[in-house]
């Protein structure tokens, strides 16, 4: 079932520079269990963050197209691990966001097995996008999360979203509190966070840039 489009929309679209970018990208399945995985056969990246992080929008800026991954007016609906597939090179997943309390014990266990099940066994997973909302900063769930990635070696790449909603002072004082904590959080972040708006595509040919160098590694 899909909710109506809320993807911001009101920026030009974006012409990023890598070789997979702006090439078309299609939906391949949005999967409830590991059997309906597609192959583990290229190069992957998975999205992941807290329910109405921003994560779908940045999908579908990324890809270029209004509405291909969902945008969710409800947070926590969306359960299933959707894999997209990027010029028949590469696959973006958009993992299941995490963290919203509403999502109740049930469907917090389903997010929990499935989502464990993606990071046992994808072989060809070269990173993690984390995504966090910077007018919130890092909260428990993402600290999990980390953790969670820390006991696997995962590296990830942290993104800060939704910046066009702070003025500039506040951004980068919030972009700094940010660094500071991922650093004495955790080793395994690839950067300091990028900063990206899916509403005015700012960060955006930046993000493209290090999404390509993490598929080009191992
Ligand atoms: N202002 C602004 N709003 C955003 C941005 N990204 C997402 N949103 C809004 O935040 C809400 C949640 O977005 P969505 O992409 O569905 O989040 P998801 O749950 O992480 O997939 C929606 O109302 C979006 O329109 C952004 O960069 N700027
Ligand atoms: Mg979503």
Request: charged content about 25%; hydrophobic content about 40%.
């Amino acid at each position: 079932m899909n909710e109506p489009d809320a993807t911001p929309s009101t920026a030009a679209p974006t012409s990023p520079p890598g070789s997979l970018a702006g090439h078309p990208a299609l939906f391949l399945v949005g999967a409830v269990s590991r059997h309906q995985f597609p192959p583990d056969d290229l190069p992957e990246i998975a999205f992941a963050g807290r329910s109405n992080v921003g994560k779908s929008s940045l999908l579908n800026r990324l890809l270029n197209r209004r509405n291909l991954a969902r945008v969710s007016r409800t947070p926590g609906r969306t359960r299933e691990i959707n894999f997209f597939s990027i010029r028949d090179q590469a696959r973006f997943v958009d993992l299941p966001g995490y963290g919203f309390a509403a999502v109740g014990r049930q469907q917090r266990l389903v997010w929990d097995r499935i989502a464990e099940s993606y990071f046992n066994e994808r072989r060809c997973l070269r990173g993690v996008i984390l995504l966090i909302d910077l007018r919130r900063g890092l909260l428990d769930s993402d600290l999990e999360l980390i953790a969670y990635l820390e006991t696997r070696g995962i590296g990830f790449l942290p993104v800060a979203t939704k910046i066009d909603k702070l003025n500039a002072n506040p951004r980068r004082q919030a972009l700094l509190v940010l660094e500071k904590e991922l650093k004495q959080q955790t080793k395994l972040a690839m950067s300091p966070p990028l900063a990206v708006s899916s509403l005015d595509s700012s960060g955006i040919p930046t993000l493209w840039e290090q999404l390509e160098k993490i598929l080009s590694t191992g």
